[in-house]
Structures are given as C-alpha cells and as structure tokens.
C-alpha cells in the first residue's frame, strides 16, 4: 500500500500540501474578482506528485516551468508511506537522473531513475508471496495515476493523447491476477518477430533490386554466375599450373601494360581529328561584297587608307591560306600518329596472342588482365548474392520455425490464462455492477477480457467494457471511474492494488452522475477509512449547486485538501510553459 503524506520544497515555492487517507479534494475555486476556476495549479500539482513518484523528463511539465520562476536547483519532495515504511522522495530538475530517498533518516542516493525504482519496487512488493515477475515501480502507476490530457477516453491508455506513448497492459494484468511473465514474454518475441520481418524485407529488397526481380530468379542467377566462376577458376588455375607460365608471365603483363597505354592514346588521337574534322571552314566572301565594303571605308576615312581593293584581296588570300596550312599539317600529323598506333597495337596484339596460345587453349581466357579482373568481380558479386541469400534463408527459417511458433505457444499460454482467472474476472466484473448500480441506478454493464484476432497485432490482449448508454465523451469518462475503482475495491485486485489513485479533473460529466460518483466515495470512505487513498481535482463551481441542495454526502470542506483560485495559484506565479 502507498500513502502519500506532504508534498512540499526546499526552500519553498507553494504552501506544503497534507495528504490524508480516503478523499483528498484539490479545488479549483473562483476568487474575489475572477469567476474562472481553471489555470489556478491543479494539475500542476499533481504534475509535482508524479514528478516526485520519479516521472520521466520528457513526459513531465514540471520540467516547461520557466527556470526564473522556479530554479532548477530547488528541492521537489514528498513524503510517502509504502507498507508502513516512511520514505522522502527527492528531485531537483538540475540533475533529473538523480534521486534521494531518505529512509529512517538514512540517505540513500541513486544516479539513474532505473536504480531507485528498482529499490521503491522492492519495498512495495516484499509482502507478495509470488515474487516472479512485478511491474516496475513506474509502470504500476499507469493504471493509478491518470493525465487529464489522456481526457479518459481509454481503460488502458492513460498518458497525454498527443504523445502517442503506446498502451501498456502489463500493470492491468498484474492487477487481474494474470502471471505477467507470459504476456512480457509475448510483447519480447512479437518484438523480436517485427525486428526480423523487417531485416527479411531489407535483404529481400537488396537481392532483388527493389522487387524487380524474383528470388527464384535470384537463385538461378546465382547458380550460373557459380557456374562462370569456377570456369574462369580453372582456366587461371591452368595458367598457373603450365610450367611455360612463369617464364612468360612478365612480358605477358608488360605487352598489356603497353596495349593499355596505345589504346588510351588512340581514344585520344580520335578525339582530336575529330574536334579538327568539325571545325567550320573559312566563310567565301566575293570580290563585289568586298568592294562596297572598301568603298565604304574609304569614304568614311578618306586619305587614310591608300591600299588598293586589290591589296586587300591579297591579303585575305594569304590569311585563309595560312590558316588551311596549319589545320592541314596538324590534321595529317595526327592522322599518321593514328595509323602508327594501330599498326602498334595490332603487332603487339598478336604477338599477346601468340604467347597466351602456347599456355591456354584460348576458350575461356582471351586476355589475363581482364581474365583475373572479371574473375575477381564476379566472385565478389557471387559471394555478395550467396551471403545475402543464405542471411535471408537462415532469416526466414528463424521466424517461420522458431519465432511465430514460439509466439503460438505464448498466445495459447494467454487463454489459459484467461480461463483460469475467470474467477477474478467474474468478482471483477460483479464489483463494476455493483459500482454501476450506484452511479448509473442499473446493471446494464460488462466487462470481459479477450484475444484480437488478427495476427499482426503486438498486445493480442483486449479488455471489453460496456456500461450504460456508453459513446458519449462524459459516459467514457465516467467507464474509467468505474473501473479504476473496481480496481482499488476488488477483493482479488485490491490485493496487488497500491490503493492509492489519482483523478486529475475525470468529472467533466451530467450532474447527476457526479453526484452518484462523490457520494459513492463517501459510502467507500465509510466502509474502508484508512484502507485507500483517492486524490481528486474538481472544479468548484462544478457542485457548488449540488451542496447548496445538500445533495452530496462527502462533505467537500473537510476533504479539501488545497483550494487554488486566480489569486492564489499553485506556484503563486502566472508563467508561460517552456
């Protein structure tokens, strides 16, 4: 059983909060000059009790309070009973991974939020006569402690809606009786199936090449480059094995050296005829175009020009043939250069093909150079196709052999499960009636506890509950009351229940109905005084008719445990969140 006792600061930032057990109301009032009752603090604070009941840093609005408004190195602490021990919980923001738990006056630091969770679970389970398998300190509080943002739409998923954060149906389970192991044994090997399903996909894709391929025609592939290879294996093996090899190894290596350098130059040698072939040819201008252009000139310039027409055409003549010259004689130098580097290239061709002919029957090698580079590309090429497929196959056999059937055992392990504890589900289900029949005035509610059909989903458990008129967003509401309480007071959950649960603003419902749900609270606080703890946050002006009519039991003054307004706020201050 967990108790809370204060929740307060180091130095201090909002007035000490005493929790007591039973009902604890924290208000949202209307001040003197405001009639609004929200952003006064309340779900702040009870942001601050599950910052200390080691909430994580990304999931807590404690850590958006601007740093000027609230130093990082202030003190957040509460105080708490769990099974008679008294424990202070400390955090700062400074250094979140750090927490202090003082014992009995002893402090005890852990520097991971892991570590003294581990140490809070230990406490809180060493009555548990099953000590198998338990949910962590932090999980157990999914099902205890609700975010107003999760708007209680969901039994299961209790965190702010816009996080996604998936649901968790370990702490439920525990709670229900189920030996959780199996179900956290299900979530590991469904995990592990998803992890392989895609790695198969990755493979698959790579070997064949984005599904343009058949891996039966992958296999093949794979079987005719083997084919190649060994080929190409044993004619180099030949080579090597011939006694003349060695003798002519060298000059073979050096005419292909040579081949390769009066190839690169006769690529080269073509380019440039080429580029000389394509140049445009000297524009013909005739003698009349000349003679009115000279004509114009000597107009314009009179005496400054005193060459004849025919002196101008003269010079054109020896400009266009120097011109032609020099193309002509680089055209015709490079033309011979070419003609000589073929020649080259065929005697030097021959003469490789005459040594390669004294060693190899030339079926398979026609050139050693290309022989050993198309020999080691295709055995890399083999060898990369062979290790993805053999990874594929081996992948495949892994999943379909050992995984799925693994998983099949899980989920028949599940229904059993499920069988057996028909009998806390049964004593589940009657005290839901039994909570509906004093809320709803009837009995027209279930609750059951099922298996999805389909394959691929990754909880495969699933809680139905109906109660009356459900769908609407306040009846949903008004569900999660119910079952979270049927949780607290059931005599078979109530064994493994902390009993201690907080609400942060669940009553956005009809009158009547949160009525029924607070006086049900006062009869549960009749019967069981110090046996539970419920922290509630309400808005005043929600039942203040209701009070006026005396209509409510619970007595709303005595179990307020703090009353925030627009005056007195929680942290006394008006800030925006980080």
Not at 32 to 38: F, G, L, R
Not at 346 to 352: H, L, P, R, S
């Amino acid at each position: 059983m967990i108790i809370l006792k204060k929740l307060y600061t180091e130095p201090e930032y909002f007035k000490p909060i005493q929790f007591n057990t039973g009902v604890n109301l924290i208000i949202g009032d209307k001040s003197d000059k405001s009639k609004k009752t929200n952003g006064v603090g309340k779900s702040i604070c009870v942001e601050f009790i599950n910052f200390c009941l080691l909430k994580g840093k990304k999931d807590s609005r404690v850590m958006k309070i601007p740093d000027n408004d609230f130093p990082l190195d202030t003190k957040i602490i509460l105080d708490i009973k769990i099974n008679d021990i008294e424990l202070s919980i400390i955090r700062k923001r400074d250094k979140l991974d750090n927490v202090l738990i003082v014992k009995e006056n002893q402090e005890i630091f852990f520097n991971t939020i892991s570590k003294a969770s581990d140490y809070l679970q230990n406490i809180l389970f060493v009555n548990q006569t099953n000590k198998s398998v338990f949910p962590s300190f932090r999980q157990l509080f999914s099902p205890i402690i609700r975010d107003e943002r999760s708007e209680f739409k969901d039994l299961i998923n209790t965190f702010d809606t816009k996080k996604r954060i998936p649901p968790d149906f370990i702490p439920h389970l525990f709670l229900l009786g189920f030996d959780i192991s199996i179900y956290i044994d299900f979530k590991r090997v469904f995990k592990q199936i998803e992890k392989q399903t895609t790695y198969i996909r990755k493979l698959k894709n790579d070997i064949t090449e984005n599904r343009s391929l058949k891996l039966t025609d992958v296999r093949a592939k794979v079987n005719a480059l083997d084919d190649e290879v060994k080929k190409l294996n044993k004619a180099i093996e030949g080579l090597h094995s011939n006694e003349a090899f060695e003798s002519v190894q060298k000059d073979l290596i050096n005419l292909e050296t040579e081949l390769d350098s009066l190839r690169i130059r006769q690529k080269a040698l073509k380019y440039e005829i080429k580029k000389i072939q394509s140049l445009p040819k000297p524009e013909s201008i005739s003698k009349t175009e000349i003679a009115i252009l000279y004509n114009q000139f000597k107009q314009g310039l009179g005496d400054l020009i005193e060459k004849s027409l025919s002196d101008l055409e003269i010079f054109k003549a020896k400009i266009d043939n120097f011109r032609n010259n020099i193309i002509n004689k680089k055209l015709e130098k490079l033309t011979t250069e070419l003609n000589k580097t073929a020649i080259k290239i065929g005697e030097k061709d021959k003469k490789y093909s005459d040594i390669l002919k004294t060693i190899d029957d030339g079926k398979i090698l026609k050139n050693l150079k290309t022989g050993l580079s198309v020999f080691n590309k295709k055995s890399e090429e083999l060898n990369k196709i062979r290790y993805q497929m053999t990874a594929y196959d081996e992948a495949d056999k892994h999943k379909k052999n050992v995984l799925k059937p693994r998983l099949d055992e899980l989920k028949l392990d599940i229904n059993k499960q499920i069988t057996e504890n028909e009998l806390i589900r049964n004593s589940f289900e009657q005290t839901i009636l039994d909570i509906h029949e004093i809320i709803m005035n009837n009995k027209e509610a279930s609750f059951y506890i099922n298996t999805k059909k389909a394959s691929n989903s990754k909880h495969y458990i699933d809680f139905e509950m109906r109660i009356f008129d459900d769908g609407s967003r306040s009846v949903e509401r008004t569900k999660v009351f119910i079952y979270d309480m049927a949780l607290m007071f059931n005599e078979h959950t109530k064994e493994k229940h902390p009993r201690l649960l907080i609400h942060d603003n669940i009553f956005d419902v009809d009158q009547d109905t949160l009525v029924q749900s607070l006086n049900y609270l006062s009869k549960q606080e009749e019967l069981y005084p110090n046996d539970f703890q419920y922290i509630l946050t309400l808005n005043r002006d929600k039942i203040e008719n209701e009070e006026k009519q005396e209509l409510i039991n619970l007595d709303i003054t005595s179990h307020r445990i703090a009353n925030f307004t627009k005056k007195n706020r929680f942290l006394k201050i008006v800030y925006k969140e980080k």
